[in-house]
């Protein structure tokens, strides 16, 4: 099994930044995608962004130049740098990766969710 962990959300005035963090475990053969989706009250989960096969990262259009996914160098690690957060970008963030584990099994794995808060 790929477990993932995130961190990083809190509560923060329109206008400012949080940093995600998500770092993920297990038996990992490899990864084809990091992505970052989020779900705010009442409304389906949607992509923010993801970087797949490592290539160039894909944003939605809601966050196109104010968010920045990228890997760290940890293995298996990915940040969402948020900049210039409105309140309209309060939801539970979620953290997901895919790819292959050890035994040939693929996967597709979430993290428990990390609440944004953007005050107006």
């Known amino acids: 099994q790929v477990q993932l962990v995130e961190s990083g959300g809190g509560l923060v005035q329109a206008g400012g930044s949080l940093r995600l963090s998500c770092a993920a475990s297990g038996r990992i053969l490899s990864v084809d995608s990091m992505g970052w989706y989020r779900q705010a009250p009442g409304k389906q989960r949607e992509l923010v962004g993801d970087i797949v096969d490592g290539r160039t990262p894909n944003y939605a259009e809601s966050v196109k130049g104010r968010f920045t996914i990228s890997t760290g160098n940890a293995k298996y690690t990915a940040y969402l740098r948020m900049n210039g957060l409105k309140p309209e970008d309060t939801a539970v963030y979620y953290c997901?990766?895919?790819?292959?584990?050890?035994?040939?099994?693929?996967?597709?794995?979430w993290g428990q969710g990390t609440q944004v808060s953007v005050s107006s």
């Open positions: 997901n990766v895919k790819g292959v584990t050890g035994t040939g099994v693929r996967y597709d794995s």
